[in-house]
């Protein structure tokens, strides 16, 4: 008896020794986070890596197994939004046997689903499914138990899982807490305007005097006032939503993060590879907030080195640290369209929570000013006033006035006398359904031909172009109008992610719209048929588009490599001095720049801005410029042939950075 069980023991782990090899038993840290249905022959585990169902886009990942007796079976998952009539937001048909299981990873559309429960269809011959449920992480705070517009939603990012109670313990601590005492909340508050009501477009005129304070190269002017304004000491911070993830689990695209507003990574183990850590860098740039806690900045550079260009000194916004002696502390940096901040204090610390110095920059990042990722798509998305269309009309009021009323008189008593005259009544069956058809085709025509066959576009852009690497990262707000067109909706490049601002269509309450072929066409109200719709669009790439400076004795010489011209430049040299172009730019063209101050830069800064408070354009760090485009030429491809309007509201800048050396 005794032999016989010791050869079914070494049987049993020569065969777990052997499914390991062979990958055919997925590891059980690998499925914790998947939720499991066993109905007749079918086996199904699905989960979604999603911090908020507002915003931005998550992954789904459905594994559906059939026994072996089952020979191929067809399977169609959809996921649905809307209430009382559901549409279909991201689809997957395929297969299943039992050799080959059915491995769906899908891109699913967050912004579509308003903070909705997120919900699947599994349709299969024996196994129709109609409510797969598909959690994310609510709000923690005041009870809601569900988002608001106020509401923020994290990815906490470690070796192993966190703790239910640990994330609670910290979406408490970061949700709704007064900001911590310290600079530079106690000299005055950092916003011109107050954060509520700056979401509303109102004006904070509270203050009665202003300072200016300068942060790691950038000065803005901010009003002094009450402790308790908007960004001081006791101000209340945003509800904050956090959801777990292991390293080797994050995405391999960072669209797939884009539902999160930032990404929290705490140094207890070997940071994320350099595969991983571009697609965190790349999500960075597109408006994204990364956190590194746990380490100081040379620990970072030391584990990481493709981190050291992106932490110099010149790209440090605040610096923040704890009230006691010898306190951690907390840099935030720009990079691209985001935010990377390095934090000395683990997010999840001994203490569970994070120290006063990670509290207060992580406010910096989300709160201070717009956010891309967070903000595009609501009503005080940057850029948004910019994407209203300038169409024509169909006729103007007055020659329509006087068609139809020329119509009557012809219709009425000159097709009567006419027909009277005749003497042939019978023919007003023929004239008048003629007389009133034959002018409704007329205007149907020239309304056709009025509003075109192209698809129109316009709107404002703010690119940040690291001339080092050539890393460019484009912030966007798009307004579209397609007339009668054959395109079936938007194919945005590898990089790019659309944000579309959707119509619920009153009663019906469900967006029409779409994500086919994971991500590679996007189709609905992102671009319908003769009717305005807009969208915010964020892309990180690669350009060789560039602005050539040479520094030489009398000034910087600019060439234009640019496939736009540049309307207006300003530049700030190394050693700080500033200089601007004398004149348009054509592609190609070289000059030599003239020196110019702060107010010059000021007033063109002001122009490219998305909006209040945003730090991009508040300042000019050394070796850097800032230009108007006079075309979009570093906008994102959509994949369809658009047609730009040249109407006054159409602005793109960029603002370059530049190598210190020579």
Known sequence: MVEWLGSLARRAWLWVALALLLGVVPSAHARQHAKRLVEGPLTVEWELIAAS?????????????????FGEMPVDLRFLAGFRQPSVVAQWRGTATFREPAQVRLLVPMFAFAGMNVRAHLRTPVLDHPGLDFPVPVSMSGGSGGFSDRTIGLFHVSSSAAQASQLLALSEALSEQPLPDLEPFRAASPFRNAYPSRWHGEEDESSESEVTMHFGGT????????????GGPGSVSNAYAIASLETQRLPRRAIELTSAGGVLVDADAPLP?????????????????????????????????????????????????????????????????????????????????PDDATSAALWWAFEREPNWLVDAGRNWAPYLPRTELQLAKVLPPALLAGICLMLGVV???????????????????????????????????????????????????????DQRSGDLAVGEARGFFAGFTMESGLAPEPGSVVLANLDWGGFRAAPNFSVERDGALLSGDVLPSRKRASSSV??????????????????????????????????????????????????????????TDEIELARV??????????????????????????????????????????????????????????
């Open 53 to 69: 169902a507002r915003q931005g886009y998550a992954v789904a990942l459905v594994r559906v197994e059939v026994d072996r007796e």
């Open 605 to 662: 800064l002001d122009q490219m801005q998305p909006g209040p408070d945003f730090l991009l354009t508040s300042g000019l760090v050394p070796a850097s410029y800032a230009a108007r485009l006079g075309a979009p030429c570093l906008a994102a491809d959509l994949g369809v042939p658009l047609v730009w309007e040249n109407a006054e509201p159409m602005q793109h800048g960029v603002i370059g950075i530049l190598e210190v050396g020579p």
């Open 273 to 353: 590879d350099g595969a991983r850590l571009a697609v965190l860098l790349e999500y960075a740039r597109l408006g994204g907030v990364l956190f590194f806690g746990g380490l100081s900045k040379a620990d970072l550079v030391a584990r990481a080195p493709v981190l050291a260009p992106l932490l110099e000194d010149r790209f440090r916004q605040v610096s923040f640290e704890g009230g006691e002696p010898d306190s951690n502390l907390a840099d935030v940096y720009s990079l691209g369209l985001g935010r990377l901040i390095v934090g000395e204090e683990r997010v999840l610390g001994s203490t569970g929570k």
């Open 219 to 230: 000065s803005f002017v901010i009003p002094t006032g009450a402790a308790a304004s908007s």
């Open 538 to 595: 964020l892309s990180a790439r690669r350009t060789r588009q560039r602005l050539d400076v040479e520094f030489a004795g009398g000034g910087p010489k600019v060439t234009n490599g640019f496939e736009g011209s540049i309307e207006e430049l300003v530049l700030r040299a190394p050693d700080g001095a500033l200089f601007r172009a004398p004149g348009q730019l054509a592609p190609g063209a070289s000059a030599s720049l003239v020196p």
């Open 411 to 465: 219709i009425g008593p000159v097709n009567y006398l006419v027909v009277w005259k005749r003497r042939r009544p019978a023919l007003l069956l023929v004239t008048v359904p003629a007389l009133s058809v034959a002018p409704a085709l007329l205007i149907g025509v020239i309304g056709i031909v009025r509003l075109g066959f192209d698809i129109q576009t316009t709107g404002a852009s703010l690119a940040v172009l």
